[in-house]
Structures are given as structure tokens and as C-alpha cells.
């Protein structure tokens, strides 16, 4: 079964910075849209990130834009969440999928993201203390 992997989590202050990372298997990145997403505990799970891998266009979640930026290495089928000036709101579990729609486009990442969103890997603590 297909699914991605993260990677990258951890503990850090109000501030810092990590970069995550999220690889799959080739046919994944054929997909329309790759997203990063995040759930905190008690709420439910949000867009943070979104690449179009044919082209690169990306989307960002008005709360981390400026903060984070979101880049992949297809020759490492590796998708990367660069994320600056942490602060303890970005708390949370940070998981990676795809929506594997016909057309190469992040339009479906706004929307409900268990809708059209699949491969799901265990996701990535990250932990922003203050």
C-alpha cells in the first residue's frame, strides 16, 4: 500500500526552526497536489502547505505565511516543509498526502481534507515550547 512517510518533528522554542520531510514512492508524485497538513490535539486537521508537483506552484494557510515554505527534490521523491519563527501555536501533528485528481492542481487542498486526499503517512511530532 502507498503511503507516505514524514519525518523531521521535534522539540524546539518559540522562534527556532525545522524542516520536515515527507517521501513516497515515485507514482505518488505524479500526483496533482502533495499538501503538508497539521492537527492539534482537540481540533481537527488543517491545510498548512501544498505543492502542484508538475510545476511547483505552491499554497500556503494564511497563519504561516512568511513563516513556512514548502519545496520538493523529485530526484528524491522527497517533499520538504521549511518552517521559521516557530511559535507554540504551530504545535501539533504535521502529516503529509496526496490528492492523485487527473489535473495537476492544489484547488481540492482548500477544501475538506480527508475528501480528496489520500496516502496518509503517521505523521511528524512538532512541538513548540515558549
Known amino acids: 500500500q502507498q503511503q507516505f512517510v514524514e519525518s523531521g518533528g521535534g522539540s524546539v522554542q518559540a522562534g527556532e526552526s525545522l524542516t520536515l520531510s515527507c517521501v513516497g514512492s515515485?507514482?505518488?508524485?505524479?500526483?496533482?497536489?502533495i499538501g503538508w497538513f497539521r492537527q492539534a490535539p482537540g481540533k481537527g486537521r488543517e491545510g498548512v502547505a501544498a505543492?502542484?508537483?508538475?510545476?511547483?506552484?505552491?499554497h500556503y494557510a494564511d497563519s504561516v505565511k512568511g513563516r513556512f515554505t514548502i519545496s520538493q527534490d523529485n530526484s528524491k521523491k522527497t517533499v520538504y516543509l521549511h518552517m521559521n519563527s516557530l511559535k507554540p501555536e504551530d504545535t501539533a501533528m504535521y502529516y503529509c498526502a496526496a490528492d492523485d485528481s487527473p489535473f495537476p492542481s492544489c484547488r481540492n487542498w482548500y477544501g475538506d481534507p480527508y475528501l480528496n486526499f489520500a496516502y496518509w503517512g503517521q505523521g511528524t511530532q512538532v512541538t513548540v515550547s515558549s
Open positions: 505543492i502542484v508537483p508538475a510545476g511547483g506552484r505552491t
Open positions: 515515485a507514482s505518488l508524485y505524479t500526483s496533482a497536489c
